[in-house]
């Protein structure tokens, strides 16, 4: 007996998860592009402000905002020369402590130390460098003047090694001689990566030896050495910061802390390896800080360490520079700014993105962000909804005829149906089909003989089976079985050639229209119109057709991400040139002209075919425009424009083409463009 284990799926994805929802997010997408966006600008948009609907995730905005706020409270913690501050006031205690000490003793030692005491130069790490041969006649001076040496060496490694201060705070002379080797061994295998000769091994056993001293936990050297070198690189601005006075004096504490630590070699080469690995990261780059409150050298270099990773989160997010991705964004960076919640953000950002790319609704071609044909039937169905929406609110009698009618005179024969077909269904050929099909399915023949009935062809490999089964009546007797109708079964009457239509819209693209605020009108009609034909209406052959100095025709994947054009010149010319071929195309065809523009024509062709621009417009222009209206008129086709302007050149243009070639015009406000348009497309059609 066999024997079977279940488990959960391991090899891939789950093949049965449904596909991720990206919906809300291709819609706030389309809007902004039905707004006059291009679709990597509808993108970056949507990232910025997050993801709509049940996500409900922050953009990158938002995240910026906090990164910001953050970095005005790392600014508003404290002062950069709290060491300093804090060294130069226990060498005063010790002093004073000494001078008591000194001061009831009548000898001439007494004097004579008094005198070098009074000479110590004014300068903090000078006056210790001479202090730290002097024998001390005060045990409690002594033991503020080692206290003070400790804090030195606790800052400074502190600031090179975040979490040393800790490791050092009981004085314990075996735990600096473990740093001393842990800066030895640190070096030996930062040089040996420098000849080729590290392993992860050598790494491994590193931190298995001193990983309590990295509470980053690095794993491999590479993350080492980027911690210690933004710590390093840190503390170098902090140098920078203070004044000249102060850097000095507080580059000598340093100094004078590693020598009395015996680190001072070990230091001095691993800040040189450290700089030669990452010369990147803003040496020496000041930073102003607004605290009241001192600040250690440690505490100092952490924050500047951190003001430097935000300003490079900071970059990050804005997403300001050419080729940005989200893939640039340091999720650890993140991490450590702004916590787990705006990971699961900025993943949630980075899927749909990718989810977008995958399901095929956007793609990237030439480096530019493109929507697909898939994302384009989309976007048009929402322009369409968007202008059907105002036409509802419209007059009454503005809807579809209700009958069926009949597209042309039967011809007493019939064929299959074909998508888009609106002649009448052949009910008895249709129902006969299906039962035919049904018998070779079940193995019966439809004759009844038990063979297969003379000129039946058995169904192709792969055909859906829709057949309802048959029951068995009360009596015994077995009921005629049921059919159900599969789409290849459906034949319809052929009829006379019913005349299509063939739809030229002819877009203006021109500077102009961006500035009177019509261009996200003039491309949502665009889409609007574009679906609706090639859904309701897909035996009409529509060609879109932009026009600025130049006309071409524009794609369907084209049309989401169309722009307007920052050139002079509306060169109707050319595009009735355009339409024309596309009319001619077709000849049997009912042709509709429909013009969208908010100038007069002040460029054409020239012989050369080089577009020529004048303004005013030259007599050139506009009686070679008028010849291609003339050619339009001959051809049978009305010419609507749609003037987006009350310009009185353009008013004078428009009447006169309307008197010789008897089209309509028409002045929408840019918000009902796409209703005046798709009205007069249906209004020609119905007719």
């Keep these: 007996m066999s024997r079977y284990r279940y488990g959960a799926y391991e090899d891939g994805p789950d093949p ?15 809007d902004s592009v039905l707004d006059g966006a291009r679709p990597d600008d509808a993108l970056r948009e949507l990232l910025r402000r997050g993801l709509p609907g049940a996500q409900n995730r922050r953009g990158l905005d938002d995240m910026l905002r906090q990164v910001r706020e953050r970095r005005r409270a790392l600014r508003d913690r404290g002062r950069l020369d709290g060491t300093l ?39 903090t790490s000078q006056a210790i460098r001479r202090l730290s041969d002097y024998d001390w006649r005060s045990a409690a001076a002594r033991r503020t003047f080692e206290q003070l040496k400790d804090l030195l060496r606790r800052e400074v490694l502190d600031a090179q090694f975040q979490g040393m201060k800790q490791a050092l705070e009981n004085q314990d002379p075996a735990a600096m001689q473990r740093v001393k080797d842990m800066m030895a061994d640190l070096n030996a295998m930062l040089e040996r990566d420098a000849r080729g000769e590290h392993t992860q091994d050598d790494f ?23 911690s210690l070198a933004r710590r390093a690189a840190a503390m170098d601005r902090l140098l920078a910061s203070l004044s000249p006075e102060q850097r000095a004096e507080l580059a000598g504490l340093m100094e004078q802390a590693m020598q009395d630590a015996g680190l001072a070699m070990e230091m001095t080469r691993l800040g040189d390896a450290l700089r030669a690995r990452r010369p990147d990261l803003g040496w020496g780059q000041p930073e102003q800080m607004t605290g009241e409150n001192p600040l250690g050298v440690g505490d100092a270099t952490t924050a500047l360490a951190e003001l430097a990773d935000l300003s490079e989160l900071e970059a990050a997010l804005g997403q300001d520079y050419p080729g940005a991705r989200l893939d640039d964004i340091d999720e650890d960076a993140v991490r450590r700014a702004l916590g787990r919640q ?5 993943a949630a950002l980075r899927r749909i993105e990718a989810e977008l790319e995958r399901q095929g609704y956007l793609q990237r071609r030439r480096g530019k962000l493109e929507l697909t044909p898939k994302a384009v039937r989309r976007l048009g169905e929402t322009a369409l909804r968007r202008v059907f929406s105002q036409l509802a609110s419209g007059r009454q009698g503005d809807h579809d005829q209700r009958d069926a009618g009949q597209a042309g005179e039967l011809t007493g024969s019939s064929r299959e149906w074909r998508f888009g077909d609106e002649q009448p269904l052949d009910v008895v050929r249709t129902v006969s089909n299906a039962i035919r099909r049904s018998a070779m399915e079940r193995g019966t023949p439809a004759t009844g003989t038990g063979e297969p009935a003379a000129g039946l062809v058995p169904p192709p490999a792969g055909a859906k089976v829709t057949e309802r089964v048959g029951t068995t009546g009360g009596n015994g007797a077995r009921r005629p079985d049921g059919v159900r109708l599969s789409v290849d079964d459906f034949e319809v009457h052929e009829t006379e050639r019913r005349t299509g239509a063939a739809v030229c819209l002819l877009v203006d693209l021109s500077y102009s229209m961006v500035l009177r605020g019509t261009w996200a009108a003039a491309k949502q009609t665009t889409l609007a119109l574009h679906s609706l ?26 049309m989401a991400g169309l722009d307007w054009d920052m050139v002079q010149g509306t060169n109707l010319h050319h595009a009735l040139m355009i339409a024309g071929r596309h009319l001619d195309r077709h000849p049997d065809f009912e042709p509709i002209v429909l013009v969208v523009t908010d100038g007069e024509p002040t460029a054409h062709l020239r012989p050369d075919g080089r577009s020529l621009f004048d303004y005013p417009p030259s007599t050139d222009t506009l009686v070679l425009t008028l010849a291609e209206v003339d050619k339009m008129t001959r051809r049978g086709a009305t010419m609507n424009f749609f003037m987006l302007a009350e310009d009185r050149r353009l008013v004078s243009f428009v009447e006169e083409v309307a008197r010789r070639n008897g089209g309509r015009v028409f002045a929408p406000d840019a918000d009902r463009l796409g209703e005046y348009v798709v009205s007069d497309y249906l209004r020609v059609r119905r007719a």
């Design 85 to 123: 501050e804090q060294a130069r006031a226990l060498l005063d205690t010790a002093i004073g402590q000494e001078r008591a000490e000194l001061f009831p003793d009548p000898g001439d030692d007494a004097r004579l130390r008094e005198a070098e005491l009074d000479t110590l130069p004014s300068d």
């Design 204 to 226: 491994d056993r590193f931190m298995n030896e001193y990983g309590d001293m990295f509470p980053d936990d690095p794993q491999n050297l590479e993350e080492l050495v980027d």
């Design 342 to 346: 705006a990971v699961d953000d900025l």
């Design 16 to 30: 049965l998860a449904p596909p991720y929802d990206v919906r809300d997010a291709l819609d706030a997408v389309g």
């Design 533 to 558: 034909v090639t859904s309701k209406f897909p035996q009409d052959a529509i060609q879109i057709i932009g026009f600025s100095n130049y006309a071409r025709v524009l794609h369907p994947t084209e």
